[in-house]
Nanobody, 126 residues
Framework: VQLQASGGGLVQAGASLRLSCAAS????????MGWFRQAPGKEREFVAG????????GYKDSVKGRFTIPRDNAKNTVDLQMNSLKPEDTAVYYC????????????????????WGQGTQVTVSS
């Protein structure tokens, strides 16, 4: 599946931003979908994920209560709604798709995903 991420930008702390990941080639609800981020000098880390069934959704602890991962099957998109942004949220954000056959725990690791979109930069100023 081909993925196209968009929506990044420069915002002030406390603001909101919505990233969008558009999929083409396959229905998005047949994949586990995730958002990851990578800050300079750091490893890529899990931010949010939704299992193909839509039942299991997970978040990084530091974004719980601030971020959500809405999926729109009709538009074949999965977004990342980010509220109350903090400077430590600054990173390049990536969306990814993984096989629905993988176990639940794979939702939380980069290895659980096979296809990646290009990154979109999010910068939060203090």
């Amino acid at each position: 599946v081909q993925l196209q991420a968009s929506g990044g930008g420069l915002v002030q702390a406390g603001a909101s931003l919505r990233l969008s990941c558009a999929a083409s080639g396959q229905p998005i609800n047949t994949y586990n979908m995730g958002w990851f981020r990578q800050a300079p000098g750091k490893e890529r880390e899990f931010v949010a994920g939704i299992r193909w069934t839509g039942v299991n959704i997970g978040y990084k602890d530091s974004v719980k209560g601030r971020f959500t991962i809405p999926r729109d099957n009709a538009k074949n998109t999965v977004d990342l709604q980010m509220n109350s942004l903090k400077p430590e949220d600054t990173a390049v954000y990536y969306c990814a798709a993984g096989s629905k056959r993988k176990i639940l725990s794979s939702l939380y690791t980069p290895g659980g995903y096979d296809d990646w979109g290009q990154g979109t930069q999010v910068t939060v100023s203090s």
